[in-house]
């Protein structure tokens, strides 16, 4: 298994540029979220997604879309960079719905919005 | 509204000497508890949880934790420390029935030679 993969693993916009960050799970795990790492601040929720369809928001939506087609993709899409949006960000995946279950992180992909 | 405080964002101890990482949660209900490590450029592992079986969790490399619900804590232990102990670590909650996974904002641990 690959477990969580992200792509790219670094990129860098220009203010008002639109992009997506790819990430997938082959171990067919129900849950899915993304986070943004800031200095400080540890790990913050963007969006997550319980199941194929179904998708929420979580502390930090604004600014980033996501949706979830297939169980092994979950893909985050920022609208409009924004230097605030600079951070290095998570893609995780659990097993089932239970919030006791273990997350598996990727990599990371760490993105500067100049 | 659920919160994490890790105490210290960092620590340093010498090889050998105990390890201890601080985390209170808020929450009126016990919550699942959490710590992840993260070793530089790479994503969390998770160390070990507690989901309200026994109150004193082992984990991965020697680490354990103990919840205590009379002080809102679930402090992370490992007796004697390594070299490759130095990462960051994360405490997390998520509260029982929900999705939302809260972070605490990091402990730094260094560890000198």
């Known amino acids: 298994n690959a477990g969580v993969t992200q792509t790219p693993k670094f990129q860098v916009l220009k203010t008002g540029q639109s992009m997506t960050l790819q990430c997938a799970q082959d171990m067919n795990h129900e849950y899915m979220s993304w986070y943004r790492q800031d200095p400080g601040m540890g790990l913050r929720l963007i969006h997550y997604?319980?199941?194929?369809?179904?998708?929420d928001q979580g502390e930090v939506p604004n600014g980033y879309n996501v949706s979830r087609s297939t169980t092994e993709d979950f893909p985050l899409r920022l609208l409009s960079a924004a230097p605030s949006q600079t951070s290095v960000y998570f893609c995780a995946s659990s097993p089932d719905r239970g919030s006791g279950d273990t997350q598996y992180f990727g990599p990371g992909t760490r993105l500067t919005v100049l | 509204a659920q919160s994490v405080t890790q105490l210290g964002s960092h620590v340093s101890v010498s090889e050998g000497a105990l390890v201890l990482l601080r985390c209170n949660y808020s929450s009126s209900v016990p919550p699942y508890l959490f710590w992840y490590v993260q070793y530089p450029n790479q994503g969390l592992q998770l160390l070990l949880k507690?989901?309200?079986?026994?109150?004193l969790v082992k984990g991965i490399n020697g680490f354990e934790a103990e919840f205590k619900k009379s002080e809102t804590s679930f402090h992370l232990t490992k007796p004697s420390a390594h070299m490759s102990d130095a990462a960051e670590y994360f405490c997390?909650?998520?509260?029982?029935?929900?999705?939302?996974?809260?972070f605490g904002a990091g402990t730094r641990l260094f560890v000198k030679a």
């Open positions: 507690y989901t309200s079986a026994a109150t």
């Open positions: 997604s319980v199941g194929a369809g179904i998708t």
């Open positions: 997390a909650a998520v509260n029982t029935g929900g999705f939302k996974t809260i």
